[in-house]
């Protein structure tokens, strides 16, 4: 399978997931919420922030509260319905596919949740330059994701377990998605040599926050 056909089953798969996602989501995030809110909290995201992979608007609530606006990205209609429920006046949002997008302005911030692992290898360095022309020279970019501590909670794919995992639905439907498991260590050098000044730290087993400055 290309990564194209398995960033078609993951939208496919987020798309159908929208009305049953904070069922799950939010006990797995629990553990790791308190350090993650404390860095998200620290002063660095405010004034005009941009957040990639915005989804049921579970991290939108509280981009809502340290920022002036918040322009939120996701692929998914359904995930933005579940988003807009939260009535946000100062949140907007929008459907773009984040692996065919150039941004037309520049924000003071950009954050994404659980969304860095869900981009391959190949799509890596692309996804990044566009996160350059989104921030402001004297910006910074903050995410959320997970460490390969997380492996164990998912099911491999038979075929391509470096890059991907098996996913099902209250249905019993079952999705391909992209899931590529990165260290902290590792996302440092990677976007160093990007041209990015990033802190990478693991703040939980199984969770890491960064932050990055162009």
């Not at 860095?116 to 996160?131: I, K, Q, R, T, Y």
Request: overall charge negative; charged content about 25%; hydrophobic content about 40%.
């Amino acid at each position: 399978m290309d990564s194209r056909t398995l960033i078609d089953s993951q939208l496919g798969y987020y798309r159908a997931r929208a009305a049953e996602y904070d069922t799950t989501f939010v006990p797995y995030m629990d553990p790791g919420l308190p350090a993650a809110m404390a860095r998200l909290r620290s002063g660095n995201l405010h004034g005009e922030v941009l957040e990639l992979a915005s989804g049921t608007g579970y991290w939108t609530r509280h981009l809502a509260e340290v920022a002036d606006t918040v322009t939120c990205l996701d692929g998914s209609p359904e995930m933005i319905e579940e988003a807009r429920r939260h009535g946000l006046a100062n949140a907007e949002f929008h459907q773009q596919d984040l692996f065919d997008w150039t941004p037309e302005r520049q924000w003071d911030g950009v954050f994404f949740a659980h969304w860095l692992a869900h981009v391959p290898d190949e799509n890596f360095d692309a996804f990044w330059g566009a996160v350059r022309q989104a921030v402001r020279p004297d910006g910074v970019v903050e995410f959320v994701d997970v460490t390969g501590e997380a492996r164990d909670l998912e099911q491999l794919d038979a075929e391509a377990p470096e890059v991907a995992v098996q996913r099902s639905l209250e249905d019993g439907r079952t999705f391909r998605i992209v899931k590529v498991f990165r260290e902290p260590a590792e996302l440092e050098r990677r976007l160093s040599a990007l041209g990015w000044t990033c802190e990478v730290e693991e703040i939980h087993p199984g969770f890491l926050y960064a932050t990055c400055r162009p």
